[in-house]
């Protein structure tokens, strides 16, 4: 593989070419039981709020009764998409979309305006939008309205054009990538001509990789997050490879960071790593050569480094002067993104993937209670983190990390959640993404994107990862979303049930498994589930990154898209797709759910604008054309 192809990679693919695990013996390649279509259809997926599985031959299908097809009818709003090849964004008859912003727009008007040729003025890079947009949420302050959006990460074939092949050459190509990074804040306003960012609104603001921080839970102060710079280890600089979010009830920003250990390497070839790095996949050489030109990203030089990053980090987007926080209680591992619920008694409840082949699905359950207009500094420090496990007769239980079940400390499990979670038995997954909560029912729902290590190899740990119940194919490459209940129709019990909500696949290709779930037919295929969002309505948005070469195991599936889900009924239909070779990824409303913002990323040129120019990651925005509610 040639140097070039593998910065192309993509995240998990160059984290498994960094660290390539053994192969294991032991587990069946199939398991003909549990993968026939069938066997399957019939006994792992159940839908309908409520009706989990408790056992093969148990599911309930509401699709098939009259009621509920007439009931489905109508919570679905619009005429679904064909799959679509091209280049740009496609959506229902009846709706339009517009661009909202594009990586290199403006911010602040003294940036620099954007320049093809250069990928994007150096000195502005901290004043404009960012790359790669990722999770959103919107926040409304009296008659403003706020859109605060994570940058994931950066291409630097076209942020550093100037570059042979775009690794950095300077300290200055460094500073560029690390300021296109991060979160976006910025106030948003519909005006004649649609919807446009308010340049140098006081609440627009950049959160880069150099942004200082404040570290705080059970963490803070340990000296596993001290440094010569920070000898007190509470204060860190910048929040990295932010992917999903979520938004707390008091009404904060939650920015995820996800793949933080790419960015971190080591200018001595020799160096030694701890242990705890090759579990979280940290090695002696990065993704952007970093460490080459900033010595914070040596690990050779500063070996705590990179302990103090792969937290949530809380952000008040009304507030530009106020630090953003990194919440060591909720665990630090590839966080997707963090879906809060309030439980009965008040406590808040945060639901968290680990983004990794054969990692977990955690949830954080605060001490104290939120009480709307007290204060909320330490919810998110004081509580409990458990981590899932999954029985294949339909139940499960939240196990509880403490130092009585793991033997480490708090500050311990905190820093090294991966291992606690371990020691705990966990049921390892196929790669948890994106979380989100029924805002109409005590459900909560999570993408298992895909694994094609499943049955084959283990996780970074050494965890086995058989084929089981919520993870039921091996070589999984379709995904599923797993659905589970709480006990009591409480969030915070440790009990719960769970079933499939679909298994993803190619009925065009496949008749076992690998075909899908009942709810999969030709005209909602799809691959790889994402990114998540309810509307308020109960309709679940599901947002798709995966294989988008329309051939082979995944012919018929066209590009990347996004589409909507009944829960009560199951049925999925296609919203959107969009261009080529991009994600989408991330999505909110307005606050008169008018308009459905929606992030593209890494898209392949000519999209947004034309050919010949760079490909500039970007969110849109979309309505109705009679301007009616969407969601």
Known sequence: MTENNKDELSWDEWDELMRPTEETTGFDRVVEAGLSRRGFLNGLVAFGSGAAVMGLGTGVNLLNTASAQAQDAGRFAFTPVTTATDATVHVPEGYTWDLLVKWGDKLFSDAAEFDHATGGDAESSDRVF?????????????????????????????????TEDGKPQAAADVRKLQNLQGVAVMEVAEGENGWSVVVDSPYNRRITHNTPMRISGPAAGHDLLKTEADPTGTQSLGTFNNCGAGKTPWGTYLTCEENFNGYFGSTDENYERPEDFKRYGINNESRYNYEKFDDRFDISKNFNEPRRAGYIVEIDPGDPTSTPVKRTALGRFKHENAACAVARDGRVVVYMGDDERGEFLYKFVS???????????????????????????????WLALTEETTGMSTAEISIYSRMAASKVGATTMDRPEWVAVNPVAVEAYCALTNNKNRAVKPNAGGDPTPVNGPNPRAENHYGQIVRWYPANDDHVDPGFKWDLFVMAGNPLVHEDAYAGSANINDGNLFNSPDGMMFDTSGLLWIQTDGNYKNEGDFAG???????????????????????????????????????????????????????????????????????????
Request: charged share 20%; glycine share 12%; no cysteine.
């Open 130 to 162: 960012g790359e790669n947009t990722d999770g959103m949420e919107l926040f409304v302050f009296g008659d403003k309205q706020v859109i605060a959006v994570n940058h994931e990460y950066v291409n630097p074939k076209i942020n550093l054009p100037h």
């Open 367 to 397: 001490d104290g209670v939120y009480t709307p207009g007290a204060s909320t500094d330490n919810l998110l420090d004081e509580g409990t983190l458990y981590v899932a496990r999954f029985n294949d007769d339909g139940s499960g239980e």
């Open 557 to 631: 599936m066209g590009n990347n898209q996004m589409l909507v889900g009944d829960p009560v009924t199951g049925r999925i239909e296609r919203f959107m797709t969009v261009p080529y070779g991009s994600e989408v990824t991330g999505i909110t409303w307005s606050a008169d759910k008018r308009t459905l913002f929606v992030g593209i990323q890494h898209p392949a040129a000519p999209f947004p604008d034309g050919e010949g120019k760079l490909a500039r990651s970007s969110v849109i925005a979309v309505k109705r054309a009679d301007n009616g509610r969407i969601g």
